[in-house]
């Protein structure tokens, strides 16, 4: 599986970005994603996922509200569509795949995912 983030960027705080994860392989539809980011200094966190089944999404808790995750599967590619955007998003994010995860899954952590993209920095300015 070969992941593609784009989408990143500089904006002004209140902003939005659209950020796209292409993702290779037949298989797209059944593999749980997500989207973390890293911040200089500080530890890859886990930002926003999406069930394969597509029924479930799950979110930092600081983003709630703001992001939006969603998947088109015929299209192999997941969105975070990021509103409002604050100085403290300022991060690489990147996209993830998990093959383990079950049908309604969202897995939160690193550990639980085994693809990952190459990163596209987001950088918002106060």
């Known amino acids: 599986v070969q992941l593609q983030a784009s989408g990143g960027g500089l904006v002004q705080a209140g902003g939005s970005l659209r950020l796209s994860c292409a993702a290779s392989g037949r298989t797209f539809s059944s593999y749980a994603m997500g989207w973390f980011r890293q911040a200089p200094g500080k530890e890859r966190e886990f930002v926003a996922g999406i069930s394969w089944s597509d029924d479930n999404t799950y979110y930092l808790d600081s983003v709630k509200g703001r992001f939006t995750i969603s998947r088109d599967n015929a299209k192999n590619t997941v969105y975070l569509q990021m509103n409002s955007l604050k100085p403290e998003d300022t991060a690489v994010y990147y996209c993830?795949?998990?093959?383990?995860?079950?049908?309604?899954?969202?897995?939160?952590?690193?550990?639980?995912?085994?693809?990952w993209g190459q990163g596209t920095q987001v950088t918002v300015s106060s």
């Open positions: 993830a795949a998990s093959v383990r995860a079950g049908f309604v899954d969202v897995p939160s952590s690193v550990r639980g995912y085994d693809y």
